[in-house]
């Protein structure tokens, strides 16, 4: 059987947001939403465009410039490290000692879920073959329900 892997990566953003409604899968969560974002910030870049991840990445690099003692940016790599840490230090275990996580799931699962959803809105809205499911549309309502009024 051939499936395509927008369809795989709708699914992984779809459960991805089950459980973080459900409240108690944080961590499968954020690993089921990272695929997600794997996949589609892979379809964004096919298209030329920089993925959601991608665009936070050279975002932060350049915000870096200014904070940084000597002017100095971070490195792509810093940045990217840091904004997969929650979800690499979940999956891997690295070295002696290295048996805990210290984040917060539940916010790192939004987070993961944030970039995921906006990679899956420039494919949806550049005729991407996706549907919007329930899942998302109740992800969308929650967003629009938490942003704060001014």
Do not use: C, W
Request: glycine share 8%; charged share 25%; hydrophobic share 40%.
């Amino acid at each position: 059987m051939t499936i395509s892997k927008l369809t795989v990566a709708a699914e992984y953003l779809g459960r991805a947001i089950e459980l973080y409604f459900r409240g108690d899968s944080y961590f499968s969560a954020l690993h089921l939403a990272g695929a997600a974002q794997e996949l589609l910030g892979k379809f964004v870049e096919r298209t030329g465009a920089d993925s959601a991840h991608t665009s936070l990445v050279k975002g932060a690099v350049r915000i870096s410039k200014f904070l940084n003692e000597g002017g100095e940016p971070s490195t792509d790599k810093d940045i990217r490290d840091i904004v997969n840490h929650a979800k690499n230090r979940s999956k891997h275990m690295n070295a002696v000692g290295d048996d805990v996580v210290e984040f917060d799931a539940r916010t790192q699962a939004r987070a993961m879920l944030d970039l995921a959803i906006s990679e899956f809105y420039y494919l949806y809205g550049n005729g991407a073959e996706l549907e919007l499911s329930d899942e998302i549309e109740r992800y969308n309502l929650y967003q629009v329900e938490r942003a704060p009024i001014e």
